[in-house]
């Protein structure tokens, strides 16, 4: 049971890690790479999720 909480939470480090690099490396405005990237430090999982479906990339591929 431990072995499967212990991979999931490194496939959610991860994941947060790789929205992290994405955020700081994309064109948005600091504000915005400072707010997505606070919202995901603080809330790894959704603000994970959110990013994914609501950030800046996610509106450019989009039109």
Not at 3 to 32: D, F, K, M, P
Not at 48 to 56: A, K, N
């Amino acid at each position: 049971m431990f072995e499967v909480a212990g991979i999931l939470g490194l496939i959610g480090l991860a994941l947060s890690l790789w929205a992290l690099v994405s955020i700081i490396s994309s064109n948005a405005s600091t504000g915005a790479k400072v707010g997505w990237s606070l919202f995901v430090i603080v809330l790894p999982v959704i603000g994970f999720i959110v990013w994914f479906f609501v950030g800046p990339r996610a509106r450019k591929a989009a039109y």
